[in-house]
């Protein structure tokens, strides 16, 4: 990736630098029938402090790996995961531990994430328990009411209490958001955090979101299936496709005008731009992502890429692995710090802005 | 006459000593070639309305008022000997999760060659041999593909498989409970292109049923919007949701609720509030209009007298109150 450490001075603080990271998992039969699969195969970027960056691709693309791997709940193969001046790729014991205390992570399923035997209060109060912090009961207590305040369960007090089985979805979610706050952490890792609600406690929960990181500066990195959710919460947008961001660009900047054939694919469906002049349906993409543990050989996407057929099927697209490159370079000013954020594609003929 | 007509029906389940009404007094209809999308919440009862077209309720529901006629064929009060060769044949269906109906340790192919067995036991073997690669064609399935286990497939492939069996003996109507629920973005878009050509090339009226208004107004021509049992504004895509780049002109505050609830790419930058608190329980009595307690709009006459069907323009109508005070 070519965002470089001279562009950081028009740049807030970076809460979390990622780089070249590589997760293999061995894979299955013997001998040559073993191929590793490769689930992220090379993977940067940065999160500025009170920055949403959300990660946008399909399940099996690697996305929630890259979110267990920032996290260390499973080990990178390599590449470097900066946060707070240290790599917490080769953190092990106490300093690990005290490095994740400014990383919290939300996950799907607010259902299976909570202990049912837990009240709220226990719940919110472990994290405090495990890395020891609240001198006195009472300073614990009130870090825990101050917790389920953030995330808008009211009244704190009765809430805190109630068993999960006693909540609705979105008011479980709330609890893991509080828990996750109780860190005053520098940033959240949401992992497709309202996948499983209904409809309608999907917005308070994102709108929840969005709020903590007006008022205490949190930064998110936010993982989703869906395109147009990510457009209106994040600042800026990575599209995850095999293991790999082939795009990667400030939220309206990338639906405006993407640049990778892939992000136009999810583009159109999502925006139910795939329709013909007859009213029909046009298949946006043909095929099946293929399996991580076959990668193709040159751009990964062109055996399913409408422009690479378009083109004429260039050789380039077989044999060469096209790396992100700028496609707009970060404007120089001191306001907006995402909107102007650099546009990058991973694609031979995605062409540089003049 | 309509392919299939619906009207005034109510579906009751026993639960515990009382009894609870999923779909009460609901009419639709469906002309020869049309889709229709049926849309709302989970336990608006769209599912049971789905299930009662082929009488495929669960053991504690009954039809407690109404009538079904398929191409003229009253439903209700069929034996079990008619619908059976109505079934498949007639009307067909893929239900909620049917990726995951398949026979595990059966090859794909050989499941729907039984699927036509069973329905058509006078089909010569070769025949239905042919039919099958006639049907994984059709629903993009390479012939190499064929003999396949189920497990050796994606999601998509083992619904385009799904889709395959329910056209097996060439069905009119074909019922489509939430098609693309569970798969991803790009192999959603795939079936409902798939499910959009099928009804041109092999002239298939469809019903479809999701949570999902985008996919229901990808595929279908008319739409039905069902809240707590009712329905509560129907019309075509075009009169509910605009034309392609128009706003929507849904008239229901409910449906203008779920139009909200999902951002619009080619619309506004903004989350919309959503919609607080739960559909009611519809094993206790509601006075007024269902969605009162919801309603943004609500007025003291919402919570006392059932709101009248309004027609907004030919074809388009809603169940409102707001509606009548600006029509008055």
Redesign the interface.
Known sequence: MSVTAEQSETTRARVLEVRDLVVRFAGRGKGRRARAVRAVDGVSFDIEQGEILALVGESGCGKSTIALAVMRLLEPTSGRIISGGENLATLRGGALRQARRRIQMIFQDPFGSLNSRQTVFDTVAEPLVIHKLGATPEERRSMVMDALELAHLRPPERLAQSYPHELSGGQRQRVAIASAMVMRPELVIADEPVSMLDVSARAGILRLMMDLRDQLGTSYLFITHDLAVAWVVADRIAVVYLGRIVEIGPATRLVERPAHPYTAALLSVSSGDDVGPDGELIEALPGETPSASNVPEGCRFHPRCPRYIELGKPEQCRSVDPQLHVIRPRTTTNEDTSALSPHEAACHFSSEES | MSLLEIDNLSVDYRVGTGSLRAVDHVSLRIEAGEALGVVG??GCGKTSLGLSVPMLLPGNATISSGSIKLADHELVGMNEAQLNRLRWTAVAFVFQGAMNALNPVQRVDRQILEAISAHDSHAAKEESSQRVLELLDLVGIAPARAKSYPHEF?G??RQRAMIAMALACRPSLLIADEPTTAL???????I??LL??LR?SEDLSVLMIS?DL?AI???CDRIVVMYAGVVVETGTTEQVLGR?GESALAAHPYTQA?IG??????GE??????????PPDLSKPITGCRFADRCPSAMSVCREIVPPTVTISEGHTASCHLLKKVGA
């Open positions: 919440e989970s994606s998509g492939m991803d973005v790009i192999s959603q878009a795939q409902l292109a959009s050509s041109r949570h985008s107004k990808r595929v392609r779920l609830a999902h951002p619009d790419l080619r930058r903004v989350l919309a509030p959503g919609l607080a608190g739960h």
